[in-house]
C-alpha cells in the first residue's frame, strides 16, 4: 500500500485496524492517498479505534461510531501533499530508487523551449488564484498581495474574504456569474485601495476547461494521468488580477504664461464614466442578489412544504400508533384474563392428576393404561412388580416390555380382543417368583363413551390361591375323601367368594351336576334369587367363626327343580383361627 502506485477512481476503501500500527507521518500520508485514490464522494471505512485525524478538509464523517467518511469534492490542495512524497519511483531491474534518480537527472535535459515558456509565464502573466465554487484557494499564480489580504479571526483560504476594499463585492458576484452560467466573467476598472492608495485593477474569473495549473511550473497545461480530469463541470475557476492603465489627463497651457490649466470636460467625462461603471457593477450585485434570494425564497417554500407534508405524516402515524397501543392494551388484559384462567385450571388439573396418582399408588393394584396402539400411557408402581416398567417406558408399545410372568404369552393378543370385541377378560397369572395376579382386562371408556384403549389390573391372589391349594392337597381332605364320597348326604366346600371346591357323588345325584361342572361352578347357582339375601347372612356369620344349627333350605337342580334340604353349615378354620372356607352337609328333607 505504500510502495505501489495507487489505484484510482475507487468507490470504496475499506482499511480496518492497520493505521494503528504505524506512525502519525505515514497515517498522514495514507489518509492523503486514500483521498487521491476515491472517486467524488466515495466512502472510507476504517477501524473502531482510526480515525482521519486532522484531514477533516477531506473526508465528512458519515457514521462516527462505525468510523465511516466521505470523500469531499473540493479539498484544499494545500492541505494535501503531492502524491511523489509518498508513492517510491518505479524502477527497471530492481535498481535503487536513489541510482534511478540519479541516473535520469544525469540523462534527462530539461528543452530550452519549456524552460523559456515556463519563464514568459512567470514574468508576463497576470496574478491567478484557482478556485472553487465556494471560493477556497487552491492554487496561488504570482503576486497576488496587491488585491488579496489575509482575513481578521480564523485563518482561512476563501478568496472573498481576501479581498481587498473595492474588490470583495465584484468578486463575489462575478464567481456567482462564472458558477452560475458556466462562462467568463469580466469587471475591467474596478478601484481598489492598496497601502492608502487606490489602483485600476482589472478582474476576469473563468471556468477551468482544462488541467489544473502545476505546483511546480506554474503551468496551465500539465498532464497528470493519475488524476481524473478536471474540466468545467468539476467546480474549478481561475481568478486572474490585471493592472488597468491610469486614465489619461489631458492639460495644456493658456496664454504662453506656462499655468497649466487642466481640461476639465475630460475630466468630467472620465468621473462620468466611472461613476457610470461603478452604477452598472453595483446594478449587476443588487441583481445577483436577487437571484440568490428568489432561489433561496424556492428552497425555502420548497423544505417548508416537504416539512410540512412530512409532520402531516407524522401526525397520522402518531395516531395510527395511538391506535394500535390502545388495541394492544385491551388485547394484553384480554390476555391477561385468560392467563389467570389457564392458570386456575392448571392448579386444578394438577390437584386432580396428584389425587389420582395417590389413588392408584394407594390401592396396591397394578395398573397400567395402554391405548389403541398398545402404548403404554400410565401405569402404578405395583404394576412393576409384573411388568419391567420404568418412566421412560411411556409412550413405547406394551409389546417390547420384559414381563415377569411365567407361562403366559398371549398378553397382546387378549389385549386386542378385548379392544375388537369389549369384552372384559379375567386371567390367571404367575410371576417367575411364584406370585400369583388375577390379570383383568377391560375397555378403556371416555366420559362421552368413547374408548380410547384398555385398562390392565393384577391383583395378588397368591394366598387364596395357596389357601385354596392347601385344602385340595392337605392329609385331612384326603382322608375324609372316602367318608365323603360314601356317605349318603350332599357334601361341599366352598371358599368365601362362594367357589365350590369339593363336590361327593351323593351330591351328583341329588343335583345332577358331575364334580367336573360343578368345581367350576359358584355355590350361588345353587341357591333361588329369593334366598340368596340369606345364605349371604348365613356366609357371613360363618366367616365370624360363629356356629350355626342346621336349618332347611332350598337348592336348584341342574334341570331345574326345586330341592328342599336340611343343611349344616360348617366353617373351616387355618391354625391362625381365620376362616378359609365353608363345608356343607346336605339332606333331602323327608
Keep these: 500500500m505504500i510502495k505501489d502506485p495507487p489505484f484510482s477512481k475507487l468507490d470504496l476503501i475499506s482499511c480496518r485496524n492497520l493505521l494503528i500500527y504505524m506512525g502519525a507521518e505515514l497515517q498522514r500520508k495514507l489518509i492523503s492517498l486514500f483521498h487521491y485514490a476515491l472517486n467524488p464522494w466515495g466512502a472510507l471505512f476504517l477501524g473502531t479505534s482510526e480515525t482521519v485525524g486532522e484531514f477533516l478538509d477531506l473526508f465528512a464523517p458519515l457514521d462516527r461510531k462505525w468510523k465511516l467518511y466521505q470523500r469531499k469534492e473540493d479539498a484544499q490542495g ?8 509518498f508513492i517510491p519511483p518505479l524502477t527497471r531491474d530492481g535498481a535503487a530508487p536513489g541510482a534511478a534518480k540519479a541516473e535520469r537527472s544525469e540523462v534527462s535535459k530539461v528543452p530550452l523551449r519549456e524552460l523559456a515558456a515556463q519563464v514568459l509565464i512567470h514574468e508576463y502573466t497576470p496574478a491567478s488564484v484557482v478556485v472553487n465554487e465556494r471560493g477556497d484557494v487552491l492554487y496561488i499564480h504570482g503576486r497576488t498581495g496587491r488585491y488579496l489580504e489575509p482575513a481578521p479571526g480564523d485563518a482561512g483560504m476563501n478568496i472573498t474574504r481576501m479581498a481587498r476594499e473595492g474588490l470583495r463585492r465584484e468578486l463575489a458576484t462575478a464567481l456567482h456569474k462564472a458558477a452560475a452560467r458556466k462562462e467568463t466573467a469580466r469587471y475591467p476598472g474596478l478601484r481598489v485601495k492598496t497601502n492608502g492608495d487606490f489602483i485600476n485593477v482589472n478582474l476576469a474569473i473563468r471556468p477551468l476547461a482544462a488541467s489544473p495549473l502545476d505546483p511546480a511550473t506554474g503551468s496551465g497545461q500539465v498532464e497528470d494521468k493519475g488524476r481524473p480530469e478536471t474540466t468545467a463541470a468539476s467546480g474549478l475557476f481561475l481568478v486572474s488580477f490585471e493592472d488597468a492603465p491610469a486614465a489619461k489627463i489631458r492639460s495644456r497651457k493658456a496664454g504662453g504664461s506656462g499655468e497649466g490649466i487642466i481640461d476639465l470636460a475630460a475630466d468630467s467625462d472620465a468621473r462620468a464614466a466611472a461613476l457610470e461603471q461603478e452604477l452598472r457593477t453595483k446594478e449587476e450585485h443588487l441583481q445577483t442578489s436577487i437571484e440568490e434570494m428568489e432561489t433561496s425564497s424556492e428552497e425555502i417554500k420548497s423544505s417548508n412544504e416537504e416539512m410540512q407534508s412530512v409532520n402531516e405524516e407524522l401526525q397520522s402515524t402518531n395516531e395510527e400508533l395511538e391506535t394500535s397501543k390502545e388495541e394492544l392494551q ?57 411388568i419391567n416398567l420404568i418412566l421412560t417406558d411411556v409412550g413405547r408399545p406394551v409389546g417390547h416390555i420384559v414381563s415377569n410372568l411365567a407361562g403366559y404369552d398371549r398378553l397382546l393378543e387378549d389385549i386386542q380382543a378385548v379392544l375388537d370385541t369389549l369384552i372384559p377378560k379375567e386371567v390367571e397369572v404367575q410371576t417367575r417368583a411364584g406370585d400369583w395376579y388375577l390379570l383383568r382386562i377391560r375397555p378403556y371408556r371416555t366420559l362421552e363413551n368413547v374408548i380410547e384403549g384398555a385398562v390392565l389390573t393384577f391383583f395378588d391372589i397368591t394366598e387364596m390361591k395357596g389357601a385354596r391349594e392347601g385344602l385340595r392337597d392337605s392329609e385331612t381332605l384326603r382322608r375324609l375323601a372316602v367318608v365323603v364320597r360314601d356317605a349318603l348326604d350332599a357334601i361341599t366346600v366352598q371358599d368365601l367368594e362362594g367357589c365350590i371346591l369339593a363336590w361327593n357323588p351323593a351330591a351328583e345325584r341329588m343335583y345332577g351336576w358331575s364334580e367336573a361342572e360343578a368345581l367350576a361352578m359358584n355355590i350361588h347357582d345353587l341357591i333361588p334369587e329369593s334366598q340368596r339375601e340369606e345364605a349371604l347372612a348365613v356366609v357371613r356369620q360363618l366367616a ?36 378359609y372356607a365353608i363345608a356343607t352337609t346336605e339332606r333331602v328333607k323327608a
Design 78 to 85: 494545500a492541505h494535501r501533499p503531492a502524491l511523489g512524497t
Design 544 to 579: 365370624r367363626a360363629e356356629v350355626l344349627a342346621p336349618y332347611r333350605a332350598q337348592q336348584v337342580a341342574k334341570d331345574g327343580r326345586i330341592v328342599e334340604v336340611w343343611l349344616t353349615a360348617t366353617a373351616l378354620v387355618n391354625e391362625a383361627g381365620e376362616v
Design 330 to 386: 385491551s388485547v394484553n388484559e384480554e390476555l391477561a384474563t385468560v392467563n389467570a384462567e389457564l392458570q386456575q385450571k392448571v392448579s386444578e388439573l394438577s390437584w386432580a392428576n396428584n389425587d389420582m396418582n395417590n389413588l392408584l399408588a394407594g390401592t396396591g393394584v397394578g395398573t397400567v393404561f395402554v391405548d389403541h396402539q398398545l402404548r403404554i400411557r400410565r401405569f402404578t408402581p405395583a404394576a412393576t412388580q409384573v
